[in-house]
C-alpha cells in the first residue's frame, strides 16, 4: 500500500516543482527595478529624505498634540477650540501623507512609528494629561509646536534649494504656510 501512495503522489509532486521551477525562470527573468535617475545625486537624496523625516516627526507630533487637545479642551473655550483643532489635525493628517510619499519618491524609506517619531521630532512630548491643561496651555503649546514646524521646513527647503529639488521645495513652502497661518490664527487667541 505504501508503494501505492508514493507512486499516486509523484505525478502531483513533478507537477508542483515542475510549476516551481517555471516560477523561478519568470523571477530570473524579470527585470530588476533601475536606480533612481531624477536629476539629483544620492546624496543629495538622501540629505533631502533625512530633512523631510525629521520634518515628518515634527508634524506628526503636532498632529498627535493637536488631536489629544481637541479631545481634551475645557473651559468657556470648548467650542470653537474643539472645531479649530478639529480642522487642524485633520488638514495635518492628510500632509502627513504628502511627506511620506516625497521621501520615498527620494528613495528612502519614511518613518512610521513611535520610536522612530520620538527619536527625530524637535517637539517635547508632553505627557499625557491627568488633569486637563487650562485652554490658554494648550493654545501656546500648540503656537510652539507650529514654531517648530515651520523651522524644520526653513531646514529642509534650504536643503532641497542647494539640490534643486522643486517638488520639495514646493511641498514644504505650502507646509510652512499652513503652519505659519495655524501659530498666527492661535497666537490672536492669547493676545
Known amino acids: 500500500m505504501a508503494k501505492t501512495k508514493s507512486i499516486t503522489k509523484a505525478p502531483a509532486l513533478a507537477k508542483a516543482n515542475a510549476a516551481k521551477t517555471g516560477k523561478q525562470k519568470l523571477a530570473a527573468a524579470a527585470p530588476s527595478a533601475p536606480g533612481i535617475d531624477i536629476g ?23 498632529y498627535l498634540k493637536t488631536h489629544n487637545f481637541h479631545w481634551n479642551v ?6 470653537s ?12 493628517w492628510a500632509a502627513l501623507d504628502e511627506v511620506a510619499e516625497r521621501i520615498r519618491a527620494l528613495g528612502f524609506n519614511a518613518p512610521g ?12 512630548e508632553e505627557p499625557g494629561l491627568t488633569n486637563s491643561a487650562d485652554w490658554r496651555e494648550m ?8 514654531e517648530a514646524v515651520c523651522r524644520t521646513a526653513r531646514q529642509v527647503l ?8 522643486a517638488p520639495t521645495e514646493d511641498l514644504m513652502t505650502q507646509r510652512l504656510q499652513t503652519h505659519e497661518k495655524y501659530a498666527w490664527m492661535l497666537r490672536s487667541l492669547l493676545q
Open 113 to 124: 512609528s513611535y520610536r522612530e517619531f520620538a527619536a527625530l521630532t524637535s517637539i517635547p
Open 40 to 62: 539629483i545625486k544620492e546624496g543629495e537624496r538622501k540629505k533631502i529624505a533625512d530633512g523631510l523625516s525629521r520634518y515628518q516627526a515634527d508634524a506628526f507630533t503636532l
Open 74 to 79: 475645557t473651559g468657556s473655550m470648548f467650542n
Open 139 to 146: 493654545v501656546r503649546q500648540l503656537v510652539v509646536a507650529n
Open 81 to 92: 477650540l474643539h472645531a479649530m483643532f478639529e480642522t487642524q489635525y485633520t488638514e495635518q
Open 158 to 165: 534650504d536643503v532641497a534649494d542647494d539640490a534643486d529639488d
